[in-house]
């Protein structure tokens, strides 16, 4: 296995393949089944781009052993920062087919970030788009290269820049078709090798990379799959990021590739966007966040378009509240399913069969039976079920250990191989129910900002003596980001003043706080802790008491 990776115990490896949890196959062979079985089905499609399963294997195999020609060699490790698209899965898979690992990056990185995506992995590529809304990937790229030693090349999708390779060039290179089945089959990877690396959602400074093997991903995404239902009239709809795990994994498109389904791309999140494809590509499942969620609710196009193709609605990232579940089901005439995992591993989902309580209140159940669950308090000992705790999760496609990341890996896993979720839950009759969390970070409607990370931005800021980052509420992404700064005598900082510093640091927009607030000192616990939960109860208190002044509407 890829040395900085911790592997399954081999006791617990046995028992997964044993009881078929893990097939020994690659992800790549996963497809390869389906495209066997459904050739001439539609895979994929985008606008007016409809790709066949046999056409998907074909342009597959063609980049992946130009990947092979290109140097990148097994186990590489390469930055991928790809927005929504066809090529997206294509990419993925070809880079997977040649044993190569995309470290899935979001598009919303900025050179910091993916700095530190590069220098942690060691990456040999990076894997971007010419230009997405105004903003030039190619010309960060070419600021990243000197500052990084590994990276050897630059791979862009679209327009290339000077000493960048054309994707789509590559694509289209003519090979023979006896040379590229014997190069391919020199790179088919083990099944229990590292395929993909995840990035954490994590609390710390600067986020962990989750490495996933062939054996638990492709696990992941078919046990997915089956809990939803998934078959081959499946038409799913991508919304989301197609790099982050909700949506290519749980099921998302890997699941529907799995069973022959349908993926139908949407490269906006508009009801605009949204709601003609549903109409026009006979969607059956969108998968879904927090934020969206409500602007769909609230858009009046609803009315204007036929969404009786659509079975389920899945949300993920974050807890849609009981009310807005069922007028999802109301307004849409489907039913809900919510997803409450991680990209470490744990998934659990509500079934469609469930009673609406179940749908309508829990976090759902894990989707395998190989899942381990703990709730625990303080001292790690199990509590009854009915009371809160922390969850603790291990299992078939839950991971033992970060990338290169002795130290987090301890404080991140017991003993004994559980991983921390650091969500409080309390578990009912095998349904969990979430009821807050302990650790310190922003759930932006699915989008998870470290304070610990932000904090050191901030810190760098001249105007900053201390600062402390909480979650405050917000009625549309549930919580953003809230800074208590305490600042240097003799100057003066505004929330402008400060977003425009971070902005310059090159980091992810959504990572920005969004408020501001100054402030003397800080409340402190007798061991000199700052009492964050403090702070927090604070900045709601001053939310709700605007609230009260503003009335909403
Ligand atoms: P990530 O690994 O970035 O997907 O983040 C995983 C974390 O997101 C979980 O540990 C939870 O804190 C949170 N989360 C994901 N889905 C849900 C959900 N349906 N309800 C509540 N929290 C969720």
Redesign the pocket.
Known sequence: MLSGCTPYPEDYARMYRAKGFWQGLTIPEVLERTIRAFPDKIALVEGDTRITYAELGRRIDRLAYAFVRQGLAPLDRVVFQLPNSAGLPIVFLALLKAAVIPVMALPAHRATEIRHFIEHSGATAYFIPDVVRGFDYREMASTLMPACPSLKSVYVMGEPGQGQVDLRRLGELEADPHELATALAARRAASDEVAVM?L???TTAIPKMIPRTHDDYAYNFTASAEVCGFHRDTVYLAVLPMA???TLACPGILGTFSVGGEVVVATGTAPEAVFPLIEREKATLVSTAVPLVTVWLNSPLAEQYDFSSLKYLM??????VPELRKRVEERFGCIFI???????GLLCKTRPDDPEPIRLHS?GQPVSPGDEIRIVDAEDRDVPDGEPGELLARGPYTIRGYYNAPEANKQAFTADGFYR???IVRRVDGYLY?EG?K?D?I?RG?E?ISCEEVENYILACPAVQAVCVVAMPDDTYGEKGCAFVILEPGHSLDLEELTNFLIARSIAKFKLPERLELIEQFPISPAGKILRRELRAKIAAIVAAEKERIPAG
């Open positions: 995840l954490s959602g994590g982050h795990n909700f949300n993920g990232g974050a807890k849609l919510e997803s409450f995992g991680t990209g470490e976090a979720m650091g969500d979430v969390r650790k970070l759930n699915g998870k």
